[in-house]
């Protein structure tokens, strides 16, 4: 879980600072979209094979799916690039979910680190 964290984190990072030119920033946008999306296929599994999903998890993924849905409706669609709800639509709402997602992970780090340090104690209180 920490790598899964520290990769969603670093490419978060870049693609915040490629934003810089713009261009860069839709281009690293749309690769750490994809990322993001096998990261979260990824815990879902995990977390539905444990038998637990968390809830941080169905609250991306309900936000994700309208998104790209709407995503691929729109593409099609004659509206001048340069209006500024296709900016936010194209740059502000992937990134606040990336932030999101980045939110999620550390999170879900951070239950695991609590998690494996309680089981290591009972592991010491056991021996004693």
């Known amino acids: 879980m920490k790598i899964l964290h520290t990769i969603n984190t670093w490419s978060f990072t870049i693609t915040v600072l490629l934003y810089i030119t713009i261009f860069g920033g839709l281009i690293a946008q ?4 994809i990322l993001q999306v096998l990261i979260a296929l990824y815990l879902t599994y995990q977390m539905n094979k444990n038998g637990l999903v968390h ?11 309208p ?3 709407l995503l691929v409706i729109f593409s099609n669609s ?5 209006e500024l709800l296709i ?7 992937p990134m606040a979910l990336a932030a999101y997602f980045v939110y999620i992970t550390k999170t879900l780090k951070n239950e695991m ?3 494996t340090s309680s089981k290591t104690e009972d592991a010491t209180q056991n021996l004693k």
């Open 55 to 65: 809830k941080a998890i169905r609250t991306y993924w309900s936000y994700v799916i």
């Open 87 to 93: 900016w936010i639509y194209l740059a502000v709402i």
């Open 67 to 69: 998104y790209l849905l």
């Open 113 to 115: 680190l609590i998690l």
């Open 30 to 33: 749309f690769i750490l979209g």
């Open 78 to 82: 004659n509206i001048n690039p340069n």
